[in-house]
């Protein structure tokens, strides 16, 4: 068995719930939930990034708006929803009672 696949899936697994959380405070353009996501050790390329966000904005989740940059091409921002901010809160409590469930599980001896 390959471990660093089934990492590479748990990963997939949580990818749109983070995603969702990173605009949740805030509006942002690719690089910068890019930026987010690497930081917090979630080991994302562009690749994976750009199709789950048009299929998020297709879902109804997401909205984008174009920005000028001072510093090469326009930007484009995403944000979410009113549907995308209640998906965000049904993705929350499920994800709560699923860590807290695996915790209790994996805490045993």
Do not use: H
């Not at 748990?10 to 930026?35: H, N, P, Q, W």
């Not at 979630?42 to 048009?54: A, D, K, R």
């Not at 090469?72 to 998906?87: A, E, H, Q, S």
Request: net charge neutral; glycine share 6%; charged share 25%.
């Amino acid at each position: 068995m390959n471990i660093e696949n089934t990492k590479a899936q748990m990963r997939k697994g949580v990818l749109e719930f983070c995603i969702l959380s990173v605009l949740k405070e805030k509006d942002a353009y690719t690089s910068e939930i890019l930026d987010t996501l690497k930081n917090a050790k979630l080991l994302v390329v562009e690749g994976t990034v750009y199709p789950l966000l048009t299929r998020l904005k297709n879902d109804g989740l997401l909205t984008y708006r174009w920005e000028e940059s001072t510093s090469g091409p326009p930007r484009k921002y995403y944000g979410l929803t009113d549907d995308g901010k209640d998906f965000l809160k049904e993705l929350s409590i499920t994800w709560n009672e699923l860590a807290g469930a695996v915790n209790t599980i994996t805490s045993q001896n």
